[in-house]
């Protein structure tokens, strides 16, 4: 993915569906990059959006990725 490539976040998920999430999009050729925030990572759990998982994908994928994921 070029550096200058601009993300977007497509949805976001729990650490665990998160992970799915990025394979799918993933083996149909659509490069993913999660974004964890500090509690997700150090805690592992999501309370009221806390330690929610962004997922991300460049701006012109993004669409093609919602229809894959049903969103």
């Known amino acids: 993915m070029p550096e ?3 993300l977007v976040t497509v949805c976001t998920a729990r650490q665990i569906e998160a992970q799915v999430i990025k394979g799918r ?3 149909e050729g659509i490069p ?4 964890y925030d500090s509690a997700s990572l150090v805690y ?3 309370v009221d959006g806390l330690g929610e998982v962004k997922i991300m994908v460049p701006e012109h994928l ?6 894959i994921l049903g969103t």
Do not use: D, H, P, W
């Open 4 to 6: 200058e490539e601009r």
């Open 25 to 27: 999009l993933e083996n």
């Open 32 to 35: 993913v990059l999660l974004s």
């Open 44 to 46: 592992g759990f999501t």
């Open 62 to 67: 993004a669409e093609e990725a919602k229809e």
